[in-house]
């Protein structure tokens, strides 16, 4: 049986009336204003009553009538512990003072463009939250709108910014860059206090932002670098709190070409445990990976050949270097004792090993297999180009093979394609 409750009834010197009904739809309750065809998002029974993913629609239909959702209100979602995504739709205009405050497990929430204001300490202590995109339409950041968000790694400002409030990003510890758009004028008191990880900000005004002295309170801007315009350099060094960063360098012309240091070292790739472990020489750099396997492909047929295969590619990247080369490796999954195979309670078992198999010019490299054991690699014609035996579960053997020509790969009595790069 539905639940609805009048919450105000405006009695106008002419016969007008307004109501305002909270009612539940999909899961999700709302403030239905019936003469504005309109609803807003709002709390359940009590605070913390929403779990799991959530996906408010664009509209709701309600006694016949089509609603627009506008408003997610005050204290929607605040303190919904369990509460892990959330997708706003482009309806909604507005986002309430608190409304998602203590979500401690929230990770993921997309904000469309069409919102103009979020509400003050609206995301206050959703220390899950690795991102947010804040929207082009925002020219204020209200006080303590993401306090203690402290999963955030990167904090963007978007150019329609003209304000960042009270404590805004207090307490976001595991920031590590903030971005600072050109019509920023005022940042008020302890706005990024205890960035405890800070290495970077980048301010692009040319006029140095109206800011209280305390605004990076607790922050690391000791051991920090702040990039501004070329011409502002002077201006930000002699300003407090802006000349307390452990250097200010100007931020270089994007349409310059920025000339790049050395190239990242060639990664290494290894396995290990069930996880594919990237070792990179260069300090910081962050190594890209791509991996495909053939088995991922629907099929129509009452029989399917599985490779247990997985094709890994790599490269190493930092900012201000050229990228590595990119290595590649095969990694495969080889029966260790054939005999071992069998059908218990229609599940298939089979004993097995992961390989690795990797190619610098024209050596592979094998990591994986028992020691002793024979490794023969063969061209497209059966000729045998290059063999060796493991020691320590490696085994390093040169071929004959050049870039671009396929080798077959014997490991016992099993054979695994390579093409050589």
Same mark, same amino acid.
């Given at each position: 049986?539905?639940?609805?409750?009048?919450?105000f009834?405006?009695?106008?010197?002419?016969?007008?009336?307004?109501f #305002?009904?909270?009612?539940?739809?999909?899961?999700?309750?709302y403030?239905? +204003?019936?003469?504005?065809?309109?609803?807003?998002?709002?709390?359940?029974?009590?605070w913390?009553?929403?779990?799991?993913?959530?996906?408010?629609?664009?509209?709701i239909? /309600?006694?016949?009538?089509?609603?627009?959702?506008?408003a997610i209100?005050n204290?929607?979602?605040?303190?919904?512990?369990?509460?892990?995504?959330?997708t706003?739709?482009?309806?909604?205009?507005?986002?309430?003072? !608190?409304?998602?405050? !203590?979500?401690?497990?929230?990770?993921?929430?997309? $904000?469309?463009?069409?919102?103009?204001?979020?509400?003050?300490?609206?995301?206050?202590?959703?220390?899950?939250?690795?991102?947010?995109?804040?929207?082009? @339409? $925002?020219? %204020? $950041?209200?006080?303590? *709108?993401?306090?203690?968000?402290?999963?955030?790694?990167d904090?963007?400002?978007?150019?329609?910014?003209?304000?960042?409030?009270?404590?805004?990003?207090?307490?976001?510890?595991?920031v590590?860059?903030?971005?600072?758009?050109?019509?920023?004028a005022?940042?008020?008191?302890?706005?990024?206090?205890?960035?405890?990880?800070?290495?970077?900000?980048?301010?692009?005004?040319v006029?140095?932002?109206? #800011?209280?002295?305390?605004?990076?309170?607790? +922050?690391?801007?000791?051991y #920090?670098?702040?990039?501004?315009?070329?011409?502002?350099?002077?201006?930000?060094?002699?300003? /407090?709190?802006?000349?307390?960063f @452990?250097?200010?360098? #100007?931020?270089?012309?994007?349409t310059?070409?920025?000339?790049?240091?050395?190239?990242?070292?060639?990664?290494?790739?290894?396995?290990?445990n069930?996880?594919?472990?990237?070792?990179?020489?260069?300090?910081?750099? $962050?190594?890209?990976?791509?991996?495909?396997?053939?088995?991922?492909?629907?099929?129509?047929?009452?029989?399917?050949?599985?490779?247990?295969? /997985?094709?890994?590619?790599?490269?190493?990247? @930092?900012?201000?270097? %050229?990228?590595?080369?990119?290595? &590649?490796?095969?990694?495969?999954?080889?029966? =260790?004792?054939?005999?071992?195979?069998?059908?218990?309670?229609?599940?298939?078992?089979?004993?097995?090993c992961?390989?690795?198999?990797?190619?610098?010019?024209?050596?592979?490299?094998?990591?994986?297999?028992?020691?002793?054991?024979?490794?023969?690699?063969?061209?497209?014609?059966?000729?045998?180009?290059?063999?060796?035996?493991?020691?320590?579960?490696?085994?390093?053997?040169?071929?004959?093979?050049?870039?671009?020509e396929?080798?077959?790969v014997?490991?016992?009595?099993? &054979? *695994?394609?390579?093409? =050589?790069?």
């Amino acid at each position: 049986m539905k639940r609805k409750f009048l919450l105000f009834v405006a009695m106008l010197p002419i016969v007008t009336s307004v109501f #305002a009904i909270k009612e539940e739809v999909g899961g999700i309750w709302y403030v239905i +204003s019936k003469d504005n065809k309109t609803a807003e998002v709002t709390s359940g029974d009590y605070w913390g009553y929403y779990s799991n993913s959530i996906e408010i629609p664009p509209s709701i239909v /309600y006694e016949g009538d089509t609603c627009e959702v506008t408003a997610i209100g005050n204290k929607a979602f605040a303190f919904s512990n369990y509460i892990t995504s959330v997708t706003v739709p482009n309806s909604v205009i507005t986002i309430d003072e !608190e409304a998602f405050c !203590e979500c401690s497990n929230l990770s993921s929430i997309t $904000i469309p463009i069409s919102v103009k204001s979020i509400g003050r300490e609206a995301f206050k202590g959703c220390s899950s939250l690795t991102e947010i995109s804040i929207p082009q @339409k $925002i020219t %204020k $950041i209200d006080s303590c *709108v993401f306090q203690y968000c402290s999963g955030l790694n990167d904090i963007i400002i978007p150019d329609s910014v003209k304000t960042i409030a009270a404590n805004a990003f207090d307490g976001c510890k595991g920031v590590e860059r903030i971005t600072l758009p050109s019509e920023i004028a005022r940042i008020e008191r302890e706005a990024f206090a205890g960035l405890s990880q800070l290495k970077d900000v980048y301010c692009h005004a040319v006029k140095t932002p109206d #800011a209280e002295p305390d605004i990076f309170l607790d +922050s690391s801007i000791q051991y #920090a670098t702040l990039h501004v315009p070329v011409a502002s350099k002077d201006q930000y060094m002699e300003k /407090y709190p802006w000349g307390n960063f @452990k250097s200010i360098v #100007a931020i270089v012309d994007e349409t310059e070409e920025v000339p790049l240091g050395e190239p990242c070292a060639t990664p290494t790739i290894s396995y290990k445990n069930g996880k594919l472990i990237f070792n990179c020489s260069t300090n910081d750099a $962050i190594c890209k990976s791509t991996i495909t396997s053939a088995d991922f492909n629907s099929f129509s047929s009452n029989e399917v050949t599985l490779t247990a295969t /997985y094709e890994i590619s790599v490269y190493a990247t @930092k900012t201000g270097h %050229k990228d590595s080369e990119t290595v &590649t490796a095969k990694l495969c999954w080889i029966d =260790m004792e054939p005999k071992m195979e069998g059908i218990d309670n229609a599940i298939a078992n089979v004993k097995a090993c992961p390989v690795l198999i990797q190619n610098h010019g024209n050596k592979l490299s094998v990591s994986g297999v028992k020691d002793g054991t024979l490794i023969s690699v063969y061209d497209t014609t059966g000729n045998r180009v290059g063999y060796g035996k493991s020691t320590k579960e490696q085994a390093q053997i040169e071929t004959t093979l050049k870039n671009g020509e396929i080798g077959i790969v014997k490991i016992g009595d099993n &054979t *695994v394609k390579v093409l =050589m790069k």
